[in-house]
């Protein structure tokens, strides 16, 4: 089994708690996706990163002094958004970190697919970014299938936890042998499941920390989840799409 999740846009720097692995498996492209942020002009990176001017100068900064190979702080740690806040990495011990080191990978449209461990440097770039390299009209194009191929190199079986931003970079480049089973996080509402999108990075991050603190490894042990008030619902479910809905 492997998870599958969105990064955060706000990354840190932390080089001190915990060694890194390696290097991400895809840095020669993140290199080339490098040389053409480098190459456009900030006004231009600014409306391409849809952002104020004060993250845009910060972005610039990152980008001028860049360095992928060295000042290296690990995935799991550099990401700090919701997600990342409930799955808390940092106070986990040694056996569920394992479980992630083994089993989560971290979608980016900058580094493509990364193991927890892997050394990243914070960047900004998201998946849906219409950023034309090499021919390609945006990153979904530019990844193509590159990333589907390593994680059906890997496993039979994606647990997806990330967006469709993210998800749709992956799900249809797989082969029919990878089970690719989705999990929604949602409430009911006028007769429908609907989303939030701060419980659902909260959910996703809490589920990532649940299966890794359970060393769930079977696909029927996944529907147990039951934490921040939400339960599984079969009758809402169906054999690739797994709905939890919080009551209240």
Not at 62 to 88: H, K, N
């Amino acid at each position: 089994m492997r998870i599958i999740i969105a990064p955060a846009k706000k990354m840190v720097t932390d080089t001190d708690n915990f060694p890194i692995d390696g290097l991400p498996v895809f840095l020669e492209r993140t290199e080339r996706l490098r040389a053409v942020l480098r190459g456009m002009p900030p006004e231009a990176l600014q409306a391409l990163w849809k952002c104020s001017d004060a993250i845009a100068r910060q972005n610039v900064e990152r980008l001028e002094g860049m360095d992928l190979r060295r000042c290296r702080t690990p995935a799991l740690l550099a990401y700090e958004g919701i997600q990342y806040r409930y799955m808390a990495p940092g106070v986990m011990e040694s056996g569920p970190l394992d479980y992630l080191r083994e089993r989560l990978r971290i979608l980016s449209g900058f580094y493509g697919l990364l193991r927890p461990f892997d050394g990243v440097t914070p960047y900004r770039l998201e998946m849906q970014s219409k950023l034309p390299v090499d021919g390609c009209r945006d990153l979904y194009g530019f990844w193509g299938n590159r990333l589907a191929r390593r994680l059906s190199g890997e496993t039979d079986f994606v647990l997806n936890l990330a967006s469709r931003e993210y998800s749709r970079a992956v799900e249809p480049h797989l082969p029919s042998s990878v089970r690719f089973v989705t999990c929604t996080f949602g409430q009911w509402k006028d007769g429908r499941v609907v989303e939030k999108g701060t419980m659902c990075k909260m959910a996703r991050g809490q589920m990532a920390r649940w299966l890794a603190e359970n060393n769930v490894t079977r696909r029927a042990d996944i529907r147990a989840f039951d934490q921040l008030g939400y339960r599984f619902r079969p009758e809402l479910s169906a054999e690739e799409h797994d709905v939890f809905l919080r009551e209240g």
